[in-house]
């Protein structure tokens, strides 16, 4: 019978122990965490709200795709290698890395003849979030109000797949200068989390149980229909101004899971269990609004350009909630507003025809905490460079890299995490 207690208490403890450690567990994947679509973008911290100028535009501004008077076929692939650093307090860090290739934004974009102006349509691929990460844990628990602390952990939390999207879009010059744009927006994603756990009581602090593990697997597919809507004003030859409106989406969520758990006593005996099910639900993404300004100097060899979205996550929904203890109120207590920032510049070398572009990005972090001793760091940070070349006027080659940043903390551990990403663009046009 005490044993039986003791297994209970170990399956209420994986639901709230491993939690609190692999944060991941917590925070829902599929809200904020932009990753980046296009090498000239990125090059230039994401800041492209008021240039748009390619076939990215469909996602980061379709009132830009009028500007284009040539048909463009566009490609772009990105590697992102995701390293993480996890240590308790005095214990030696722990260090993990995933890397992974995968299509970044591939489509067309298709001019047609007006009589004022420029009018073009586009349709393709741009994958906006991606989910390929793991951490690593090894230490003693330093927990002091758990029946469990003092445990030594072993722990691997593994995550892959992403979110893109499917659009097809349109953009008109209502005006000599003005333009505006949409598209109609099909999401489409999956994520796979595998968490494994064993927690050990090599310093005795237990007077039965010698060692458990936990494992844990949820694999989801994502869907939903969504659109966004975006101008772009030429307020004089040299500076642009670009605004967006990205409508909320109801993201369906398709997931199967399944949880173990194996307790090992001291004096040999083994209790085994397991469950397994599926659940479908609903995540509603709010509104995001963004703007853009873009200027440019020296003869139009210099670009300037920076942008903010704005984004109110505490207005996102589960509908129905995943879990019952999830309550309703659960994203505006557990996430927050947040303002994206997006700084880049862009310079064109005259001599070899060539241009080098450096960027800021700064990603908010929507989620705040947990329980109460959990704390999140605030903000992703990016620098990011690039350079891109144009050859023959209808061959663009473009790659960009970005060194990002950031820190989450629990109560005792500490993951330091290192975002290495590389995109390449190809566009051709004629």
Known sequence: M????????????AAAFFVSVGMTQVEEMAIGSTFGVGARTMGMGGATLGLADDFTALYWNPAGMAQ????????????NRANADSYFAHD??????????????????????????????????????????????????????????????DETNINRG???IWSFGASVYVSKRVSVGGSLDFWQGNSLNELDSEATDILNVHSDLSRFRYDDEIDREYSGIGGRIGLLAHLTDNINLGVTLVAPVELGVDELWYQSTVDVYDDGEKLTDSESGGQAFD???????????????????????????????????????PADDIPKNNFEEYYATTLQVRLGAEYQIPVIDTHVR?????????????????????VRTFLTAGVGKIFEGSLKLDVAYMLGTWEQHTDGLTVERLSHRVFASAAYRF
């Open 283 to 321: 995540i509603e993404r709010p509104f995001e609004v963004g703007t853009g300004i873009a200027v440019k100097l020296l003869n139009k060899q210099l670009i300037l350009a920076g942008d903010v979205q704005l984004t109110d996550w505490t207005q996102t929904r589960y509908d129905p909630a």
């Open 92 to 153: 030696e860090i722990t260090g993990t890395s995933r890397s992974q290739l995968r299509p970044n934004a591939i489509g067309f974009v298709y001019p047609l003849e007006t009589r004022q102006g420029g009018m073009a349509v586009g349709f393709g691929y741009n994958r906006q979030q991606n989910f390929d990460y793991q951490t690593a844990i090894q230490g003693i628990d330093p927990g002091s109000d758990t029946d469990f602390g003092g445990f030594a952990v």
């Open 68 to 79: 284009i008077q040539k048909f463009e076929f566009f490609s772009s692939f990105s590697h």
């Open 162 to 164: 992403g979110i893109g």
């Open 358 to 378: 450096f960027g800021y990005f700064l990603d908010p972090i929507p989620f705040t905490y947990v329980l109460d001793d959990v704390r999140a760091e605030d």
């Open 2 to 13: 005490k044993r039986a207690v003791y297994t209970t208490l170990i399956c209420l403890f």
